[in-house]
């Protein structure tokens, strides 16, 4: 069965202190793995699509990676802005589903 | 660009009401879906469609019908409201294997 494990379900950072958020994946096989951003009252907005094992994408202050069984995202010097639920889902080969974790809440104190 | 449009935004239903859920998107996506968000438990799959006048169920399904009759428009019809049916729902829409395509969401209470 295709599952989708996020950890840790919520971060808090001061301003500038960096750190990873974990994704891990059960997939019987990969098609590709996305990031998204989730505000409070709004919907997912998407950040990432990784494809294989080694990728690496960047944006900003956020920077994607991916092994064959789990992907971080990692946060550089966060600022409050960056506070937001980040989701992470993963499309399998066999079908066109995305299946998504619960998410790691994360809030960034000035 | 639109994107995918859902409505309304807040809707408010008595227990056994039946209502239609909106969501149109204008990117020419083959995939469209429908989750429902609840605390501790992510985004579910409710029902998918891969085209015009295909559809097919999700992870939970019961309570809920779909159509898909054009490109663009993909409607969620509740049958009979519950109160577990209150939930925050998504809409969303995607080329087949890109990624997916969010709605603003509509927040649904069934008292």
């Known amino acids: 069965e295709d599952q989708v494990t996020q950890s840790p379900e919520a971060l808090r950072l001061q301003e500038g202190e960096s750190s990873s958020l974990n994704c891990s994946y059960t997939?019987?096989?990969?098609?590709?793995l996305f990031w998204y951003r989730q505000d409070p009252g709004k919907g997912p907005e998407f950040l990432f699509t990784l494809y294989s094992a080694g990728e690496e994408k960047e944006k900003e202050r956020l920077k994607a990676t991916l092994t064959k069984k789990e992907s971080f995202l990692h946060i550089t010097a966060p600022k409050p802005e960056d506070s937001a639920t980040y989701l992470c889902a993963v499309q399998a080969t066999t079908g066109n589903q995305f299946y998504f974790g619960t998410g790691t809440s994360l809030t960034v104190i000035p | 660009n639109a994107g995918v449009t859902q409505t309304p935004k807040f809707q408010v239903l008595k227990t056994g009401q039946s209502m239609t859920l909106q969501c149109a998107q204008d990117m020419n996506h083959e995939y469209m879906s429908w989750y429902r968000q609840d605390p501790g438990m992510g985004l579910r799959l409710i029902h998918y469609s891969v085209g015009a006048g295909i559809t097919d169920q999700g992870e939970v399904p019961n309570g809920y019908n779909v159509s898909r009759s054009t490109t663009e428009d993909f409607p969620l019809r509740l049958l009979s409201a519950a109160p577990s049916q209150t939930s925050v729902y998504f809409c969303?829409?995607?080329?087949?294997?890109?990624?997916?395509?969010f709605g603003q969401g509509t927040r649904l209470t069934v008292v």
């Open positions: 969303a829409s995607s080329f087949l294997g890109g990624e997916a395509f």
């Open positions: 997939v019987s096989g990969l098609r590709g």
